[in-house]
């Protein structure tokens, strides 16, 4: 069984993409914020990340770059999945190291296909 974090600001979205992953078996946290996933991801190591880039505070991209900066976490996958459809925040995701990149709106095929 694998652990999925989802690291969403919108509940409904959030809810969702939970609702997708237990479906699959997975074991699922949810983090409202970035800086909500990280204080999570210092005691709890999810097998994967998915996680919305637009997000008060801490976004997406910043939570990735300090991921990346932590030992216990660099190792940990990061998926995007997001609204900004743009090709430099594409571009931007994989230089952070980002496994996938899905947009907002995604079918439950997309999601199943990560894990």
Known sequence: MKKVMVVEDSPVDSEHLSKILRG???????????????????????????????MPGTDGFATARKMGRHASMKDIPVVFVTSKDQKADRVFAQMLGAKAYITKPYQDADILALI
């Open 24 to 54: 699959a078996g997975c074991t699922v946290s949810v983090a409202s914020s970035g800086d909500a996933a990280l204080d999570m991801l210092q005691n709890n190591r999810p097998d994967l990340v998915l996680m919305d880039i637009n």
